[in-house]
Each structure stands twice: as structure tokens, then as C-alpha cells.
């Protein structure tokens, strides 16, 4: 299997906004049946040697615990209960509003009663559709979505080992459903004062300051595979800082700068692991010494806080 493979949109496009449909019905199963974490970790997706996993959910309300996953090797859609019982189905053949269908079909069978609260999709163009309603969006290459599931795998490892260099408050590496993303946050104790006229969605992930890196898949306002970072709040000037390697870029987003590393870059370059980790942790190291972090503090080489076992590795 090659290194960080190629994806370009234009190969997939039609797949992964079905895809990115798909997930969205199974990640607000999700925000219905699970215990609220900060910053909305208790939402995104995790990885599996097979594809992504919802995690055990319910258990509450006559519920059992549940879990739902997609499987992108052979293919289906999965929701298994703890006492055993299991339903599954293809995933090609769907639309988004045959997928809606079977996957009620799928948490009935397990005997989980979930209730969503907005079945509609979030932050994408159709927003004001409903999932029942939805079967413009049918595509479903097993190809493409496999070779999805392989590139994130991948960055998902690069995006744990960059984790593992930081001591503080740092979330989980997961795969957000609304962006479809991938991506690690790393936060200071700093409270972020916020207007009130920004959306709860926002003001939740927002709250503290935060320096994200991660990596998307493109869309139609930029249309390439990317790894990214940026800092909210941004520090002044954060844009003017240098990155590495030479062929990153600030991208003013007006208001604010996001760093990105073209894909393609990076995956041809001598060594690509090397170069997403140096990416990663030139944008870090500009904005938290702008923010005034403690990066020696918080400094966790190789994954180890412990002074003893660092010496002696």
C-alpha cells in the first residue's frame, strides 16, 4: 500500500458528498445518544482497522448500548448492540434518503429507540433538506471511499504522533462529521470571551484557546487535499511567521489565516511524515510563543512527562 496515496477531489467528488451525507445521519445518532463532553468531543468519529466507529452509545431511556460502524473494506453499514444483536447493510446502492431509511431500520432491529433531534444536513448547501428527502446525492465508489479510509488512516498516525509531543489539555485525534475532517486540538486554560451572537456550535468549540492542526479532503471552495493549522483566537502578526517546509502557505481567510501544506507536496517529498510533523509544529511553536504558552512546560518528547524514564531512554 503506498504512502499516503493519491486523492484528487475530482476522482470522487460525487462518492464523497454521498459519503459525507452518510456520516453526518450516523454522527447526529451520535450527539442524540451520547453524554456531552467539552468542545464537542463526545461527536466526531474514531478509526478502526476497518473504517470509523461511532463508539458504544445509548444505555439509557430503555436503550441498550449501541454501537454503529462504517466498514469501507467490505463495504456496509453495521450497528451492533451489547446483548449480541446486529444489523447490517450495504453501503453502494444509497441515497442519502434509502440510507436515512435503513439505518432507522438498522437501530430498530438492535432495539435502540434515537431520536434525531434535526435530521438535516449541517453546514453544507443542502442544510434546508431533509435526509428522507435527499436522493440527488447517490454516488458511492468503493474504490475511491476505501482509498478515503486508507488516507486517513495514515494521517490519523501522523496526527497521534504529533499529539503525543504535547503534556496539556489536547483532544482526541478524530474525524469530524460536519467538516469531514480530521483533526487534534491543543489548548491553553485561557478563557475566550465571545460575542453572544455567536452560535452555540462555535462557542462551545471556541472556548478556550486553541491552536488545531488537521488535514480535509478539499471541497468546492478549495479543491485540493490539505493539511492545515491555525489558532483561534490568532495572535497578531501569527501570518507573518515563517513555515516549514518552504512550500506551505498562509491562507488569509478574511479575518483570519489558516496554514496549509498541499497534499500532493507533502506526499512527494523525500519524507512525508517528516514534513506534515515539521508543518505542524512550525505553526505551533509561532503561535504559542505569540500567545505566551509555556512550550517547555508542555513539552511531552516521545510521549513521556515522566523526567526518570526520559533519561534513561
Known amino acids: ?33 451520547s453524554p456531552r463532553r467539552n468542545h464537542w468531543w463526545n461527536v466526531p468519529f474514531h478509526l478502526t482497522g476497518r473504517g470509523i466507529t461511532t463508539r458504544p452509545m445509548g444505555g439509557v431511556d430503555g436503550s441498550p448500548i449501541f454501537t454503529i460502524d462504517f466498514d469501507f473494506v467490505d463495504h456496509r453499514l453495521t450497528v451492533s448492540s451489547l446483548d449480541g444483536l446486529t444489523a ?6 444509497h441515497s442519502v434518503s434509502s440510507f436515512y431509511r435503513a439505518t432507522l431500520d438498522a437501530l430498530g432491529t438492535v432495539g435502540a429507540a434515537v431520536t434525531i433531534a434535526h435530521p438535516y444536513p449541517f453546514g453544507l448547501p443542502d442544510e434546508h433538506r431533509r435526509f428522507a428527502d435527499d436522493t440527488e446525492h447517490a454516488s458511492y465508489d468503493p474504490f475511491w471511499v476505501n482509498r478515503y479510509w486508507q488516507v486517513l488512516s495514515q494521517v490519523n498516525l501522523v496526527l497521534e504522533e504529533f499529539s503525543a ?28 470571551d465571545q460575542e453572544a451572537s455567536v452560535d452555540p456550535v462555535t462557542r ?31 495572535p497578531d502578526g501569527l501570518a507573518d511567521s515563517p ?19 498541499d497534499y500532493d507536496v507533502a506526499r512527494n517529498s523525500p519524507t ?42
Request: with cysteine; charged share 25%.
Open 243 to 261: 513555515l516549514h517546509p518552504a512550500d506551505a502557505r498562509w491562507i488569509d481567510r478574511g479575518g483570519s489565516h489558516l496554514a496549509t501544506l
Open 165 to 192: 509531543g504535547f503534556s496539556g489539555k489536547v483532544s482526541p485525534v478524530h474525524h469530524f462529521w460536519h467538516t469531514f475532517d480530521i483533526a487534534v486540538s491543543r489548548f491553553s486554560d485561557r478563557v475566550v
Open 88 to 93: 447490517s447493510f450495504p453501503l453502494a446502492g
Open 272 to 313: 512525508p511524515r517528516d514534513a506534515i510533523l515539521d508543518f505542524y509544529e512550525s505553526v505551533y511553536r509561532a503561535a504559542a510563543d505569540r500567545d505566551g504558552w509555556n512550550i517547555g512546560r508542555r513539552a511531552c518528547p516521545g510521549g513521556i512527562t515522566d523526567p526518570l524514564t526520559s533519561a534513561t531512554q
Open 1 to 33: 500500500m503506498d504512502l499516503l496515496p493519491p486523492i484528487p477531489l475530482a476522482e470522487w467528488k460525487d462518492s464523497k458528498e454521498t459519503l459525507h451525507r452518510f456520516t453526518q445521519v450516523v454522527g447526529k445518532i451520535r450527539l442524540a445518544s
Open 204 to 234: 462551545e468549540a471556541y472556548s478556550r484557546e486553541v491552536i488545531s492542526s488537521g488535514f480535509w479532503f478539499g471541497d468546492d471552495a478549495f479543491p485540493r487535499p490539505t493539511f492545515y493549522s491555525y489558532a483561534a483566537p490568532e
